[in-house]
């Protein structure tokens, strides 16, 4: 795989969404891209590619703060 770079796609001004309360990095990555999670917090994360398709969802917690990018083809996600 190659690079790959991630963007917040914004629904809706004044509506919280995880681009609001989630850190992640690196940006760009190769492989693993991690969360910055407070304990007893979670999150549902879903990877959307350049043409608007679903891609992949998680679970994001402190106990599981990373999603596993490296079978992502090479280019520019959305996380939402």
């Keep these: ?6 963007t917040e ?3 809706e001004p004044n509506i ?5 309360a989630l850190k992640y990095y690196p940006n760009p990555t190769n492989d693993i891209l991690f969360f910055e999670v407070q304990i007893n917090e979670k999150y549902v ?7 608007g398709n679903f891609v992949k969802g998680q679970t994001i917690s402190s106990q599981s703060n990373f999603i596993d990018c ?3 083809s090479s280019g520019i996600y959305c996380r939402i």
């Design 9 to 11: 796609k914004v629904i």
């Design 16 to 20: 919280q969404t995880t681009s609001d």
């Design 45 to 51: 994360v879903s990877v959307i590619d350049g043409m």
């Design 70 to 72: 490296s079978n992502l």
């Design 1 to 6: 795989t190659g690079e790959l770079t991630f």
